[in-house]
């Protein structure tokens, strides 16, 4: 089979860690892929050259790694949507749950809507914040992933700090949600299509004195920051069997919801002392690396990572042929034409 691994070609803003950590993984990916014989062309996805879509249709999978397009997220669903547009089989979630999932008021609202447990939150534009709204509360970036824009000041247990937090900010990003800060346990919960892995928790117990129990920026890309040693990631996660039972009810329901339980995913909950599970996320396409969350969830399952790649490749081919299979029995007949629009 020939294969394509695409991914974002970067700017000239990124540093040489941004452009390692795209790059290892997509010779990770390649090299599993090769190693079963499979034929492998990388692609970087840029803006305005779109050699790399002819490249990707005359594959007959595309893999996909690309986070966005010059660092930009946002451009993320349109290379997927261009990928969908011209029916060309890809790897992970569609378009739209990536879409969604981008703009966390957007996705809360979408859960909530379906009775999914999520704390309470409020977009915070304009800083009208309701002078009831819960503390502490969590102010975080709407439209951004991997614990950017957080750090320990994030969590408020005053109406002046808040606000002042929420102004902040609004100066470095355009939409800020405020969300109630839910005491408790961090478990994640992944999903390769409907196979959901065994759950992960991560042990705070290690943080430091003052810091709050939160998976900050330094605790996921800072290794000599004492956060980073703060947030260690166990499992599977030591719950009892009626608490995982539930977590991983209403982890489902969150995939299922805005993730048709397609592609790959891991939705990050909180878990309160009372045993009430909170969905915080739900992370269409998250990190692929072998030493990430997802790989670790996959080992606990009992995919090394090799077959974890191929497993989400296997996801990817069976959705395409379902797919082709109802695009053939919707077919129109060719008789029947689009009318002319008058002009
Ligand atoms: N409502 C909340 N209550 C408690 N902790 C939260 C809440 N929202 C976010 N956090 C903490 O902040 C981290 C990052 O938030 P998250 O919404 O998952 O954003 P990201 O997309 O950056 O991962 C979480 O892993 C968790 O530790
Ligand atoms: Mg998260």
């Given at each position: 089979?020939?294969?394509v691994?695409i991914y974002d070609?970067?700017?000239?803003e990124?540093?040489?860690?941004d452009?390692a950590?795209?790059?290892?993984n997509?010779?990770?990916?390649?090299?599993v892929?090769?190693?079963r014989?499979?034929?492998?062309?990388?692609v970087?996805v840029k803006?305005?050259d779109?050699?790399?879509?002819?490249?990707?249709?005359?594959a007959d999978?595309?893999?996909?790694l690309?986070?966005?397009?010059?660092?930009?997220?946002r451009?993320e669903?349109?290379?997927l949507?261009?990928?969908?547009?011209?029916?060309t089989?890809?790897?992970?979630?569609?378009a739209?749950?990536?879409t969604?999932?981008?703009?966390?008021?957007?996705?809360?609202?979408?859960?909530?809507?379906?009775?999914?447990?999520?704390?309470a939150?409020?977009?915070a534009?304009?800083?009208?914040?309701?002078?009831n709204?819960?503390?502490?509360?969590?102010?975080?970036?709407?439209?951004?992933?991997?614990s950017?824009?957080?750090?320990?000041?994030?969590?408020?247990?005053?109406r002046?700090?808040?606000?002042?937090?929420?102004?902040?900010?609004l100066?470095?990003?355009?939409?800020?949600?405020v969300?109630?800060?839910v005491?408790?346990?961090?478990?994640?919960?992944?999903?390769?299509?409907?196979?959901?892995l065994?759950?992960?928790?991560?042990?705070?117990s290690?943080?430091?004195?003052?810091?709050?129990?939160?998976?900050?920026?330094?605790?996921?890309?800072?290794?000599?920051?004492?956060?980073?040693?703060?947030?260690?990631?166990?499992?599977?996660?030591?719950?009892?069997a009626d608490?995982?039972r539930?977590?991983g009810?209403?982890?489902?329901?969150?995939?299922?919801?805005?993730?048709n339980?397609?592609?790959y995913g891991?939705?990050d909950?909180?878990?309160?002392?009372?045993g009430q599970?909170?969905?915080?996320?739900?992370n269409?396409?998250?990190?692929?690396?072998r030493?990430?969350?997802?790989a670790r969830?996959?080992r606990?399952?009992?995919?090394?990572y090799?077959?974890?790649?191929?497993q989400?490749?296997d996801e990817?081919?069976?959705r395409?042929?379902?797919?082709?299979?109802?695009?053939?029995?919707?077919?129109?007949?060719?008789?029947?034409t689009t009318?002319e629009?008058?002009?």
């Amino acid at each position: 089979m020939k294969v394509v691994v695409i991914y974002d070609a970067g700017s000239d803003e990124w540093s040489p860690q941004d452009v390692a950590a795209v790059v290892e993984n997509v010779r990770e990916v390649r090299e599993v892929l090769r190693a079963r014989g499979h034929e492998v062309d990388l692609v970087p996805v840029k803006l305005g050259d779109f050699r790399w879509l002819t490249r990707c249709r005359k594959a007959d999978l595309v893999f996909n790694l690309c986070e966005g397009i010059n660092g930009h997220a946002r451009y993320e669903d349109f290379v997927l949507g261009a990928l969908e547009l011209t029916g060309t089989p890809f790897t992970g979630p569609r378009a739209w749950p990536i879409t969604v999932c981008h703009r966390k008021h957007v996705a809360n609202t979408l859960l909530a809507a379906e009775g999914l447990p999520v704390p309470a939150f409020v977009l915070a534009q304009g800083n009208k914040i309701p002078a009831n709204f819960p503390l502490p509360a969590i102010v975080k970036p709407s439209a951004e992933d991997a614990s950017v824009g957080i750090d320990s000041g994030a969590v408020c247990t005053s109406r002046r700090a808040l606000r002042s937090r929420v102004s902040q900010m609004l100066e470095h990003f355009e939409e800020v949600l405020v969300q109630e800060y839910v005491a408790g346990r961090e478990l994640n919960v992944g999903f390769v299509g409907s196979t959901m892995l065994p759950i992960s928790e991560i042990d705070f117990s290690r943080m430091p004195e003052g810091s709050w129990p939160i998976v900050t920026y330094a605790a996921k890309w800072s290794p000599d920051h004492p956060e980073y040693a703060g947030t260690e990631p166990v499992c599977p996660a030591r719950l009892p069997a009626d608490v995982a039972r539930k977590v991983g009810r209403i982890a489902r329901q969150a995939w299922q919801f805005l993730g048709n339980q397609e592609g790959y995913g891991r939705v990050d909950m909180r878990l309160t002392d009372q045993g009430q599970p909170y969905v915080i996320e739900v992370n269409p396409c998250p990190d692929l690396s072998r030493d990430a969350g997802l790989a670790r969830m996959a080992r606990a399952h009992g995919w090394a990572y090799d077959e974890l790649i191929m497993q989400i490749v296997d996801e990817a081919l069976g959705r395409s042929q379902k797919t082709d299979a109802a695009a053939a029995l919707v077919a129109l007949p060719p008789r029947v034409t689009t009318p002319e629009l008058p002009t």
